[in-house]
């Protein structure tokens, strides 16, 4: 089939937000979800997505864009989230507006006006855990009310960056490379939900991280393990 990325959904200024590249593929496929992104997702041109089985393939032109496959992952439950205040607060200490490398990113981006991005600015909260509230804005849902997949693969996407970065000066740019999540439910258009997000360890140019996405009621909609790669710096 033949699928396309709105230009609304950028992560970097011309390719894709990789959190709902990935979420592209991951709706395609039951349970938990591993996604490889081998190539920048071009914007606004036919994509062709092919699913099969319990594996799913976005391609351009020939060019291998993006793997799904699903996976079986146990994973400990995440760390507990602050309440809305406490999110708040530590959105109000967001790195990313003081610099951001990408900052018309649908997820992160501090330049995408309201009802248009998804303005989560995951700030540190404590212990090395980033946290932020977000409220999922109408012009997304579903005919449910509801957000699709992929939006909540993109709210969970960037918190891992601000995550595996805290106390890095400068902060490396970076791409995100891999992406597994799993989704057990959804949030509702104009809900009061907190985002979280946690380092998980560096390998070289690899940054991992997890995030996690709260309900108004608490509980855990569904999570994240990513793979962050550090662009090399020029000379």
Not at 82 to 92: F, K, R, T
Not at 221 to 235: C, M, Y
């Amino acid at each position: 089939m033949k699928v396309f990325i709105d230009p609304r959904y950028c992560g970097p200024p011309a390719s894709g937000n990789g959190g709902y590249s990935c979420g592209l593929l991951a709706q395609h496929l039951a349970g938990t979800v591993e996604v490889t992104l081998k190539a920048p997702p071009p914007l606004g041109v036919a994509l062709q997505l092919e699913a099969a089985g319990d594996v799913a393939r976005l391609t351009h032109a020939g060019q291998l864009i993006a793997e799904a496959r699903a996976i079986a992952a146990d994973w400990p439950a995440p760390p507990a989230s602050p309440d809305v205040d406490g999110a708040a607060a530590a959105a109000a200490r967001y790195a990313g507006f003081y610099q951001h490398d990408y900052p018309t990113c649908f997820t992160c981006g501090p330049g995408r006006a309201a009802h248009d991005g998804l303005r989560i600015f995951t700030g540190v909260w404590r212990d090395g855990i980033v946290a932020a509230p977000w409220v999922p804005d109408a012009t997304l849902a579903d005919a449910s009310g509801r957000m699709p997949l992929p939006v909540l693969w993109a709210a969970t996407d960037c918190p891992g960056y601000w995550a595996a970065t805290v106390g890095l000066d400068p902060r490396p740019a970076m791409l995100l490379g891999r992406m597994t999540a799993r989704f057990d439910g959804s949030v509702a258009a104009d809900e009061r939900c907190i985002v979280i997000g946690w380092g998980m360890g560096v390998d070289g140019r690899k940054h991992q991280a997890g995030t996690a996405l709260f309900g108004a009621d608490g509980r855990c909609v569904g999570q994240s393990r990513q793979t962050w790669i550090a662009l090399k710096r020029e000379n």
